[in-house]
């Protein structure tokens, strides 16, 4: 799977505005044609991380909003592994059945 190239903007906002354009509100379907939903609120969770490394996620990362159009590609790709979600007792990814 080939992954776009990283985005550079000077601004936070201007990431924001990128990711609300290119995600909020758009029909976006995995290979397998499930529809995946991302809202305006969902910015912080994905690219901002804890400064302390205690959950809190409080400083804005450059480097993961840089790789936010690999969000999309990677949802599309048929090449891509699939997983449904994370289980947080046992600290590892859920394999989907069947």
């Not at 809202?39 to 205690?54: D, G, L």
């Not at 409080?58 to 891509?80: C, E, G, P």
Request: proline letters at 3%.
């Amino acid at each position: 799977m080939t992954l776009p190239s990283p985005l550079y903007y000077e601004t936070k906002d201007q990431y924001y505005h990128h990711f609300v354009r290119e995600y909020c509100g758009k029909s976006i379907l995995t290979s397998d044609g499930i529809r995946v939903y991302l809202s305006f609120n969902k910015f912080s969770h994905a690219f901002y991380e804890s400064s302390n490394r205690n959950g809190v996620k409080d400083v804005f990362s450059h480097v993961r909003a840089q790789r936010m159009d690999w969000i999309k590609a990677t949802l599309t790709s048929s090449q891509a592994k699939k997983y449904q979600g994370w289980d947080k007792k046992k600290e590892r990814m859920i394999q989907p059945q069947g």
